[in-house]
């Protein structure tokens, strides 16, 4: 449920987010309180869907193990 809620903030609502997943409005409505379980096929396709959006998000970046740590030589 966590990964569809996500999903349709990414997708920009709930009815964009049934249409790329090609699957009703009210089917999506009813998982997201959970009334009806997530198929596998459905889950792996969004979660391919917020793997591709954080992939290719813009200047966000996780910190690099160079960054922020010792400046200098260890001794």
Request: glycine content about 10%; hydrophobic content about 35%.
């Amino acid at each position: 449920m966590m990964a569809l809620r996500r999903a349709v903030q990414l997708c920009g609502g709930l009815d964009a987010l049934s249409d790329t997943l090609n699957v009703s409005s009210k089917t999506l409505e009813l998982m997201l309180v959970g009334e009806e379980q997530v198929p596998q096929p459905l889950f792996t396709q969004v979660v391919g869907l917020l793997l591709e959006a954080t992939a290719t998000r813009q200047g966000k970046r996780t910190p690099d193990s160079n960054e922020g740590g010792r400046k200098g030589p260890r001794q």
